[in-house]
Nanobody
Framework: QLVESGGGLVQPGGSLTLSCSAS????????IGWFRQAPGKEREGIAC????????YYADPLEGRFTISRDTAKNTVNLQMNSAKPEDTADYYC??????????????????WGQGTQVTVSS
């Protein structure tokens, strides 16, 4: 089971870091991805990181403002958001890729999912 933390209110132009941890501190998956879903919109992939190689992947429209990383000391996968925009307001989820050949844009490649953490960008 995955658990997200770090959501909340951030001002436009500000930064926020979300964390994803696994219950039992086990990461027996291929990759960890971060996704978000805004009200009335489909869930979209933001970034993912391979747990074997550390290679990172980003959705093209979001690359540059988001950074995914793994903190091995804390056993978390983090997502840093910079230059926050009101359109970044959404529920943010982390999920584990449970099969080889996973792809950031295929949400079916991911299970389990966390419960989500809400991020609101507003002044």
């Amino acid at each position: 089971q995955l658990v997200e933390s770090g959501g909340g209110l951030v001002q436009p132009g500000g930064s926020l870091t979300l964390s994803c941890s696994a219950s039992g501190d086990t990461w027996d998956y291929y990759a960890i991805g971060w996704f978000r879903q805004a009200p009335g919109k489909e869930r979209e992939g933001i970034a993912c990181i391979s747990l074997s190689s550390g290679k990172t992947y980003y959705a093209d429209p979001l690359e540059g403002r988001f950074t995914i990383s793994r903190d091995t000391a804390k056993n978390t996968v983090n997502l840093q958001m910079n230059s926050a925009k009101p359109e970044d307001t959404a529920d943010y989820y982390c999920a584990a890729a449970d099969r080889p050949g996973w792809h950031l844009l295929r949400t079916d490649d991911y299970s389990p999912w966390g419960q989500g953490t809400q991020v609101t960008v507003s002044s």
